[in-house]
């Protein structure tokens, strides 16, 4: 199986690096660098899914820069939420109510509602795309998520564990897509109305299993304490990689892309912030040099999967409704 190629834009204000929690004046210039990056897109006939937040709904020029992308059918736009800036707003958010599966159930319900509604008043179309801020999703969103009509969330990323920063633990999810039952990390036995479609995560070895029990044991005492995770990094004996040019190098994007395609994956998503599209705003591109690298990656990495391994594109809503009448009867989740 080819996988179909999925781009995914988390298009949001600056500052998430910054360690606050602004709930007002969120500026978002980074909105600018999104032509040049559309322009790449439309090269190779992509048709990226920008996942929007509170603040780029509330900046006239920001929102004015996707409708002119929306008019020539260039993208997909999708829900994207940052609890500490989404009405109603707290104050004094701390780490752990960053995440929204950390608040009470009637306050995400709240919030997911608002920018919704939000994003249907601003482009006149109702979005069934989503990425929660900071991955930060659980089941109960995932049902909120389903009451307000979205076919498809992506926030999701396998052989991942953020608990430590009082994030979820998504280190026994699929990497492959799959319906979303009872328990966000497993699959339903049955066709549910929310697809998950993970983030790309993987490893420079085709067989995924057995590459992260390898990495897993290099955590463990004391073997830890030889950093052997590291070594092998640097080493590229074993590498875990995310489908980001923000992470990883075009090398290693086409490796885990090739890795993908020999797995049957049915799908692989690429995703970044839309902060990145321009310098100083992000840790991945500090100046105009990183800029075009980054971008250089991204082009890179588009051309070896359209042009090199055949891959399909679809918005993540478009391979959610080609899945439900395709892929889901004999798509393997594990």
């Not at 250089?296 to 070896?304: L, N, V």
């Amino acid at each position: 199986m080819t996988p179909t190629l999925i781009v995914t834009v988390d298009t949001e204000e600056e500052g998430l690096w910054s360690g606050q929690f602004s709930a007002r004046d969120n500026p978002v210039e980074n909105i600018k660098g999104v032509p040049a990056f559309q322009a790449i897109c439309d090269t190779f006939a992509i048709k990226p899914t920008y996942l929007v937040d509170t603040p780029i709904l509330d900046d006239t020029s920001a929102t004015s820069v996707l409708d002119r992308i929306i008019a020539q059918n260039g993208c997909e736009i999708g829900c994207h939420i940052h609890p500490w800036n989404t009405p109603p707003v707290e104050h004094n958010i701390d780490s752990v109510r960053s995440y929204l599966c950390n608040l009470p159930l009637d306050l995400q319900r709240e919030k997911l509602t608002t920018v919704t509604e939000h994003i249907e008043s601003r482009f006149g179309l109702s979005p069934t795309s989503f990425r929660a801020g900071r991955y930060g999703l659980d089941s109960d969103g995932a049902s909120i998520l389903s009451e307000l009509n979205y076919i498809v969330d992506s926030s999701v990323c396998p052989f991942m564990d953020y608990s430590g920063d009082g994030g979820p633990d998504f280190r026994g999810a699929p990497w492959k897509p799959y319906y979303v039952g009872d328990n966000l990390c497993q699959p339903s036995s049955v066709t549910t109305n929310l697809l998950e479609v993970p983030v790309s995560f993987g490893f420079n070895w085709s067989n995924f299993e057995q590459a992260y029990a390898l990495y897993e044991f290099l955590a463990y005492p004391p073997l830890n304490r030889l950093r052997l995770r590291g070594i092998f990094d640097r080493l590229e004996i074993l590498q875990r990689i995310k489908f980001s040019p923000e992470k990883s190098t075009s090398r290693q994007l086409n490796a885990l892309a090739d890795a993908y395609r020999r797995n049957d994956a049915p799908c692989i998503v690429m995703m970044f912030h839309s902060s990145s599209l321009q310098p100083g705003f992000t840790p991945y591109v500090t100046d105009s040099s990183e800029l075009k690298r980054f971008l250089k990656t991204i082009e890179e990495t588009f051309r070896h999967c359209i042009h090199n391994s055949g891959m399909q594109t679809k918005t993540l809503s478009e391979f959610a409704q080609w899945y439900s009448e395709n892929g889901a009867c004999s798509a393997n989740v594990k």
